[in-house]
């Protein structure tokens, strides 16, 4: 059974910085990429940031592009996602995600194909002064 | 401003059928796969489709999804009271390197 959980998550000043973790179980953790995505109090979905297996390949979204940064640890089947210069829009749920990212290369096309198939129960951001 | 568009909300009868539609672009939507997500109150979002029209195992035939172009929609038939949830829709942007989500659509059984 796929388990995601995550950890890490409190209450921060404007500025300041936590690092989040997500222990993963039930897969061969090393060969799936992993995605946080958050989710702000009463708001939407909000992709942030991805990491391959190997952990060669991260990407992230704009708003969090030079703050936060991605990596794991594949000998502890953990993914990390260290949060800095944090913000009052950060305040956020975040969930760790198991993702199933494959790139497809025909020619100068390029197509992503991407789906979340397994969610952690997410661990609470709160931003504040 | 999310980057693929949904409408809030959507609402139909028991038993009836219901479209959530998703817009995006030739970044988005147009060239890379969709998926969709069903998310409950209190709860983290289950996966419904993906690769734009699969269903994971467990998730009903009533639940199916389509793309054409920069749009895709999912389509749920024989509503049941307890279809009422957010959904999401989500795949690759090209341009941004980044996933996105859609806004999201409540779904209103009445």
């Known amino acids: 059974e796929v388990q995601l959980l995550e950890s890490g998550g409190g209450f921060v000043q404007p500025g300041g910085s936590l690092r989040l973790s997500c222990a993963a179980s039930?897969?061969?953790?090393?060969?799936?990429?992993m995605t946080w995505v958050r989710q702000a109090p009463g708001k939407g979905l909000e992709w942030v940031s991805s990491?391959?297996?190997?952990?060669?390949?991260?990407f992230y979204a704009d708003a969090v592009k030079g703050r936060f940064n991605i990596s794991r640890d594949n000998s502890r089947n953990t993914v990390y996602l260290q949060l800095s210069s944090l913000r009052v829009e950060d305040t956020a749920l975040y969930y760790c995600?198991?993702?199933?990212?494959?790139?497809?290369?025909?020619?100068?096309?390029?197509?992503?194909?991407?789906?979340?198939?397994?969610w952690g129960l997410g661990t609470l951001v709160t931003v504040s002064s | 401003q999310s980057v693929l568009t949904q409408p809030p909300s959507v609402s139909a009868a028991p038993g009836q059928k219901v479209t959530i539609s998703c817009s995006g672009n030739?970044?988005?939507?147009?060239?890379?796969?969709v998926s969709w997500y069903q998310q409950f109150p209190g709860s983290a979002p289950k996966l419904l489709i993906y690769?734009?029209?699969k269903r994971p195992s467990g998730i009903p035939d009533r639940v199916s999804g389509s793309k054409s172009g920069t749009s895709a929609s999912l389509g749920i038939t024989g509503l049941q009271t307890g279809d009422e949830a957010d959904y999401y829709c989500?795949?690759?942007?090209?341009?941004?390197?980044?996933?996105?989500f859609g806004g999201g659509t409540k779904l209103t059984v009445l």
């Open positions: 995600v198991k993702s199933n990212r494959m790139t497809m290369v025909r020619g100068v096309i390029v197509k992503v194909r991407d789906f979340f198939d397994y």
């Open positions: 039930g897969f061969t953790f090393s060969s799936y990429g």
């Open positions: 990491i391959s297996g190997p952990g060669a390949d991260t």
């Open positions: 030739s970044s988005n939507i147009g060239n890379n796969y």
């Open positions: 690769d734009n029209n």
């Open positions: 989500a795949t690759w942007d090209s341009s941004l390197s980044a996933g996105v």
